[in-house]
């Protein structure tokens, strides 16, 4: 019997039960919490003369943030631990979560009480949180299509939901297609040069299937080391073309799984898009993604990456020159191919600057780079971080607060390592936002912080640390800034605390501020003991982790202008309806900016789950635009150093968090800027930081 008093979906007087919760219990929850906002929704649409805050938008507010709350902790179920049962349960319920918050969102009635309050005497009285509240509520009605005809309206809200069916699917192919593939490997002598600790994995991931030799998947942290550091180019051939076609017609031939092919979702998906910016009277999707963001205009995004583009060109067109005559004449490669960059990269970095990457990796087990992270948040943030205790999803989840004073500020739930039924890449995402009650109590933020390391493997029945690259150092640091962004806030107004209301192109200010301090000397020292001995990094291999810092910055900056401009023009000048295909866009921006193209064969689009099912459509550019925002919020903490402190200056972090963690989005991201800077962003801090400038 599914009760609401047993179920666990339904029970929002603390943290998620993990341990409880059960794919039969999505459907009664999704039901009853869509039911009770309905009836609330009923009683708010009636005709008042008097429509106050307390009276309309608080009771509004609460009760769609329990139907938030509930389908969140499934959405994330779903993301990190997929199971066909827990599948099923989500499709079923996805198009009924997409219809009420469709429904929401074109209520005329509900648009019209925003209304009156934006009209009424209140709003002169308003807090500056809830008046931004209001502006983001008015705005956020208009492209939810409340403006719309009648039959406008019908297809609007017919294209949000089969929108939300595909972008799932398109998820669901690549964790199939991922999961699916599997390489086995019988002989060590084809895995010369890979590390011993990839090796032990691989060995252990064949013997958990009852197959001897070593098994490779397409988990970034199984496949990506054959690709940097595997000696065999024939097994880097193939591992690399079956990652570069996962998800795709071509794809199928190593999985025999046609369905799990998203050329259709894609050209669907860009079908709906275009569908529902002209159903909202704008040209493209382009348009409609930029009307929240900071972005003035497609054709300012495009001009902006384009001359990112320009700047970059000469130093990536130099870095790939140097790669293919090292290739040449060292590694004996004399047409250097995709599956060759890696791993020259790799050769070309250890010859240079006399290190590699392995090297490194020794230094950064991960307790101690845990442990050096949270150092770094607490002295910068003057709050303490501690282990906590909370139902988990999955035995290697760790939960955690952050205390100031003594008082509770925000909890996190840490998912470091990659495994089977666990989407591929790193994010953070909330599960509870901060927002401040009636009776006066405030409700604390808490966080998912997921990353898909390598994990710990056992040698001799022992359980080895599992050691991080200075990538996934990078990496977990990024998606601790986010994690800050939502726990620091101080905002009591949930539609504005933590990142909520944040433009999406400034999202990512703290999460790439935060990358800023893995190359910070007396960060590193207290995050890093070698693997064997125990001793910190050396100086003298920190100082060549400098000197290779912008090692083909060229390269990699036209790579992700690439990306974006792919992501741009999809959504803003290319036609779902012409003749022209999305592979023929994308060979003509290559054609224009790249420097190195793909193989023919590359999909790499069938598997973008940022633009395609990430919420990133027609704002990938944003990892670039926030790029310039947090290396200049950086350079202030750089010039602590020249005024005779430290970047880990206490008085800056404390200004940090001040004028833009604690202010979440309750002030357009520009102001928040200003307030730190006292000044408008300059694209000088990220050139020099890219070694692309002085």
């Excluded at 409880?20 to 003369?49: C, F, M, T």
């Excluded at 469709?102 to 709003?123: M, V, W």
């Excluded at 097994?235 to 998800?247: D, S």
């Excluded at 790249?594 to 944003?622: D, K, L």
Aim: proline content about 5%; hydrophobic content about 40%; glycine content about 8%.
């Amino acid at each position: 019997m599914n009760t609401e008093s047993s179920n666990p979906l339904l029970d929002f007087s603390g943290l998620p039960r993990f341990d409880a919760i059960k794919p039969e219990h999505v459907a009664p929850a999704v039901d009853l919490l869509i039911a009770r906002a309905s009836a609330v929704v009923g009683q708010l649409e009636a005709p008042a003369d008097d429509v106050s805050w307390d009276g309309f938008v608080v009771p509004l507010e609460d009760t769609t943030e329990q139907l938030g709350r509930a389908w969140g902790i499934v959405n994330h179920l779903n993301s990190v631990v997929d199971t066909p049962e827990l599948r099923a349960a989500y499709n079923e319920n996805q198009p009924k979560v997409t219809e009420f918050w469709t429904a929401l969102s074109q209520n005329e009635a509900l648009f019209d009480k925003y209304k009156q309050i934006a009209a009424g005497p209140e709003a002169a009285q308003l807090s500056t949180e809830r008046k931004k509240l209001l502006e983001n509520a008015l705005r956020d009605f208009r492209l939810g299509g409340a403006e719309l005809s009648a039959d406008k309206k019908e297809r609007f809200a017919q294209i949000q939901e089969q929108h939300a069916a595909v972008a799932t699917r398109f998820s669901e192919n690549v964790l199939d297609a991922t999961n699916d593939y599997k390489l086995v490997v019988a002989d060590e002598a084809e895995l010369a040069g890979l590390p011993d600790d990839v090796k032990l994995a691989a060995r252990a991931a064949a013997e958990k299937e009852g197959k001897p030799g070593f098994l490779f998947t397409l988990h970034f942290p199984s496949y990506f080391p054959i690709l940097q550091f595997g000696a065999n180019r024939a097994l880097r051939e193939t591992i690399y073309r079956a990652n570069a076609t996962k998800a795709s017609e071509l794809g199928a031939a190593f999985s025999l799984r046609e369905q799990w092919d998203n050329t259709a979702n894609i050209a669907s998906l860009l079908k709906l898009r275009d569908e529902e910016a002209k159903l909202l009277d704008y040209r493209n999707f382009a348009e409609v993604s930029l009307v929240p963001k900071m972005a003035p205009s497609p054709e300012h995004v495009i001009g902006f990456l384009e001359d990112l583009a320009r700047r970059a060109r000469p130093y990536a067109e130099q870095d790939l020159a140097e790669l293919r005559a090292f290739a040449q004449s060292e590694l004996g490669i004399d047409e250097l191919a995709a599956w060759d960059v890696a791993y020259a990269s790799e050769k070309l970095r250890e010859r240079r600057y006399a290190f590699s990457s392995q090297e490194v990796k020794e230094y950064f087990p991960e307790p101690k780079v845990v442990d050096g992270l949270f150092r770094l948040v607490q002295g910068l943030f003057s709050v303490t971080i501690g282990p906590d205790t909370a139902p988990v999803w999955h035995p290697d989840v760790r939960f955690y607060r952050i205390e100031r004073d003594g008082e509770l500020v925000g909890q996190f739930y840490l998912d470091l390592y990659a495994r089977e039924g666990k989407s591929g890449g790193a994010w953070m995402d909330d599960a509870r936002g901060r927002k401040l009650g009636a009776d006066g109590a405030v409700q604390t933020p808490v966080a998912y912080l997921t990353c898909n390391f390598t994990p710990p493997a056992l040698q001799d029945g022992v359980p080895q640390p599992s050691l991080f690259t200075h990538d996934d150092v990078t990496t977990l640091f990024h998606e601790f800034g986010h994690g800050l962004h939502h726990m620091l806030t101080e905002v009591n107004e949930i539609g504005v605390s933590g990142i909520s209301g944040v433009e999406w192109d400034a999202v990512e200010l703290p999460s790439q501020f935060m990358e800023n301090f893995c190359w910070e000397w007396d960060v590193l020292q207290n995050m890093t003991a070698h693997v064997g001995t125990g001793q910190p990094l050396p100086r003298a291999l920190y100082d060549k982790m400098m000197a290779a810092k912008n090692f083909q910055s060229g390269l990699q900056t036209l790579r992700q202008v690439e990306f974006s401009l792919v992501d741009m023009h999809l959504h803003f000048d290319f036609d779902p309806a012409s003749a022209q295909s999305v592979q023929d866009m994308i060979d003509g921006v290559r054609a224009k900016f790249a420097v190195m193209t793909p193989p023919a064969f590359n999909r790499f689009q069938h598997a973008f789950g940022h633009i395609f099912a990430g919420g990133y459509a027609a704002g990938y550019y944003s990892y670039k635009w926030a790029e310039v925002l947090s290396a200049d919020v950086y350079a202030a903490f750089e010039e602590a150093v020249e005024a005779g402190g430290g970047a880990l200056s206490e008085q800056t972090g404390k200004r940090f968090q001040r004028e833009i963690l604690a202010m979440g989005g309750s002030r357009p991201a520009l102001e928040s800027f200003k307030a730190f800077r006292g000044r408008e962003p300059s694209i000088d801090a990220l050139l020099r930081h890219s070694g692309m400038g002085t």
